[in-house]
């Protein structure tokens, strides 16, 4: 089993810059892939950005290339979303993932950006 835990979020105001952190637990051994996904109100949840454990390879979203940086600290088992120059258009709740045996995810965590 794997446990994850977000931290970050907040309201910043447009153009600022916020930075998530997923913290993961349990069998961490087992994980292959780490991901945050956002979900804005009225909205699918879509994937923001990925990162594979071994690796080190990304992938962004077309909307947060740029702007967004995904990293990991291995010692730590914590992943990071580093996020500049926020629009309104990414007031979302963001989840952490993890992909391992099974899929597994956090609660979320607000991120609020005011115009």
């Known amino acids: 089993q794997v446990q994850l835990v977000e931290s970050g979020g907040g309201l910043v105001q447009a153009g600022g810059s916020l930075r998530l952190s997923c913290a993961a637990s349990g069998r961490t051994a087992s994980i292959y892939t780490m991901a945050w996904f956002r979900q804005a109100p009225g909205k699918e949840r879509q994937i923001v950005a990925r990162?594979?454990?071994?690796?080190?390879?990304?992938y962004y979203a077309d909307s947060v290339k740029g702007r967004f940086t995904m990293s990991r600290d291995n010692a730590r088992n914590t992943v990071y979303l580093q996020m500049n120059s926020l629009k309104p258009e990414d007031t979302a709740v963001y989840y952490c993932?993890?992909?391992?045996?099974?899929?597994?995810w956090g609660q979320g965590t607000q991120v609020t950006v005011s115009s």
């Open positions: 993932a993890a992909s391992a045996a099974y899929n597994y």
């Open positions: 990162i594979t454990w071994s690796g080190n390879t990304t």
